[in-house]
């Protein structure tokens, strides 16, 4: 997914947040709506009438798209980025023109376009959770949580190429930091969202 026009009224956060004006959530909607049509349209086109597909991303379970369960882990990077422009270390506009290219959609939502791009039969649609932490149940609970902070960190790790390479190192240090700390303290989930569909004859 692209990052949707029209966010420079989201200044502070780089995702959708309970601070985001109303247009933010409403724009990446509407981003997500045009680009998961257009991908059904394509995929259509490749496979036989009555041909399957079971495709499987990140969501949500709440109608809030601003909600804790797909927005925590983008809020904690913008916690880490925010502190290093307060402390002169990262331009403000920099910050401001940062935006994360994705939408984690409720089921509802998976289904709605999937039946109103109108190539599909939706089978079923299920929602699972993943835990941050590949470690969870290790005998040693503080390693395991000091190693899923650096795990999550990484795969967050090329999106702050926008900020320079000069930066990458602190901010990806700051992020493992306060990762591994929410992950002490609470469970933290990834919710995904499994639809499984048909192509219509």
Not at 183 to 195: A, L, R
Request: aromatic share 8%; charged share 25%; net charge negative.
């Amino acid at each position: 997914m692209g990052v949707p026009p029209g966010l420079e009224s989201n200044k502070g956060n780089i995702y959708m947040a309970s601070s985001s004006p109303p247009s933010v959530p409403k724009a990446y909607y509407e981003q997500f709506q045009s680009d998961f049509s257009m991908f059904l349209r394509c995929r259509s086109e490749e496979l036989v009438e009555e041909g399957s597909m079971v495709l499987t991303f990140l969501g949500r379970r709440s109608d809030d798209p601003s909600s804790k369960e797909c927005c925590y882990i983008w809020g904690l990077l913008a916690v880490a980025l925010n502190d290093m422009v307060a402390e002169g270390r990262i331009e403000e506009g920099k910050m401001d023109s940062f935006n994360i290219p994705q939408y984690t959609p409720s089921q509802g939502e998976v289904k709605c376009e999937i039946e109103k791009e109108g190539s599909f039969t939706v089978n079923g649609v299920e929602v699972s959770e993943v835990n941050w932490n590949v470690y969870e149940g290790e005998l040693c609970p503080s390693d395991a949580h000091k190693d899923g902070g650096h795990n999550v960190a990484m795969l967050m790790r090329a999106v702050v190429s926008h900020f320079g390479d000069g930066i990458i190192e602190e901010v990806f240090s700051r992020y493992k930091t306060i990762v591994a700390d929410r992950m002490s303290k609470e469970t933290t989930e990834f919710i995904n969202v499994t639809v499984s569909m048909t192509k219509r004859g």
